[in-house]
């Protein structure tokens, strides 16, 4: 049995043998960041063996391994304590600034409300508890989540209406109906907020300006150019308009259109092509021809034309139709009676004879 155990010290000294040491000596000290655990070796290389493909890669692992001791070495060397049996070494802050990989986060944006608070000055309230004694129960109910709305029907099961109240809408349909509208507001309220850290638009209400359109935010133009549009709204343009708040009416002017005068110093070239072209204009007295007032005059006069002869072809088969019992039925002009063919100025009845008066 002390043959074995001799044995097998023996063999566990021959590989420590084989092992390197931990004390690695560098002509010149590695800057070492215990904080980033970072390790900078400044001493020189040697190119001969980088160069060399058959020493290449034990020279770099040898390096690699000496310089990794050093960092070791220098962990151990810290001040240590003892945390539920475990041994604990405290790190010093980094000394290297190295690049993040990603950039720093951007901080929540506040909300409307946090920023009228941070400006007032407004503390915000402890947190609320979730249990509360009510005095018309005599029982703890819940302010919020589970079981609030079981309480809020035992406690409002008999709603007193005032006279001014809508006879037609009872006091539990009012309190659903205000309850939406609260959520609803609140619901808005948040899209809104979202809204504002993302930089989208959102509908706004009355006049929509230019910076209400584009990404900016409201700002005293805005307000400003309100101001112009309303006053300048009416059918006076403003005219007799109330004035506006001290501030507004300096700025809020009334814009019309102005007159553009030409300069007196112009260049006399201009000058002189404007006074012939005055001159030219007054002395052509040739009639301009407008070709499109001539061919809708022409198709004009052509329509006129053709509901003239149409007129005139309806009177005329009016009048043939007119002439049927003509001559043939009656007598020619001499005064008489007669029936039949030829009696024509004698009075009487049969063929062409009959009586009559001469």
């Avoid at 007159?259 to 072209?277: A, C, P, Q, W």
């Amino acid at each position: 049995m002390g043959d074995v155990a001799a044995a097998v010290l023996a063999a566990e000294a021959e590989r420590e043998k084989n092992l390197p040491s931990i004390s690695v000596d560098k002509p010149i000290e590695l800057d070492i960041d215990l904080g980033n655990l970072l390790a900078v070796d400044n001493n020189q290389i040697d190119n001969s063996k980088l160069a060399d493909k058959s020493t290449r890669e034990s020279f770099l692992l040898d390096l690699a391994r000496d310089n990794t001791q050093l960092l070791i070495n220098s962990v151990w060397s810290l001040p240590t304590t003892r945390v539920e049996e475990v041994v604990v070494a405290k790190f010093p802050p980094p000394t290297t600034r190295l690049p993040r990989e990603k950039p720093l986060p951007v901080p929540k944006p506040m909300t409307k409300w946090e920023q009228y608070a941070k400006e007032k000055g407004i503390v915000k309230k402890k947190a609320k508890d979730r249990m509360v004694w009510d005095e018309v129960v005599n029982k703890w109910v819940p302010q919020f989540g589970f079981k609030k709305k079981q309480v809020e029907d035992e406690k409002n099961w008999c709603i007193p209406i005032k006279e001014t109240a809508d006879p037609n809408l009872t006091p539990f349909d009012k309190m659903e109906e205000d309850k939406k509208e609260r959520k609803a507001k609140n619901e808005l309220q948040r899209l809104r907020n979202i809204a504002r850290t993302k930089k989208v638009n959102v509908p706004t209400v009355g006049v929509v300006t230019p910076s209400a359109a584009s990404t900016k935010t409201s700002t005293s133009e805005d307000l400003q150019q309100a101001a112009e549009i309303v006053k300048s709204s009416t059918a006076s343009h403003g005219k007799f308009q109330p004035s506006l708040n001290k501030s507004l009416e300096k700025r809020a002017k009334v814009k019309g259109k102005k007159r553009k005068f030409e300069s007196n110093t112009m260049d006399s070239n201009v000058e002189k092509e404007r006074n012939l072209g005055i001159l030219e204009s007054i002395t052509n007295k040739q009639p301009r021809l407008d070709i499109n007032l001539a061919v809708r005059k022409d198709i004009n006069q052509e329509e006129t034309d053709r509901s003239e002869e149409k007129k005139q072809q309806k009177g005329k088969g009016k009048k043939k139709g007119g002439k049927k019992g003509g001559k043939g039925s009656f007598g020619g002009k001499k005064k008489g009676k007669a029936f039949g063919g030829g009696g024509g100025g004698k009075k009487g009845v049969g063929g062409a004879k009959g009586k009559g008066k001469r």
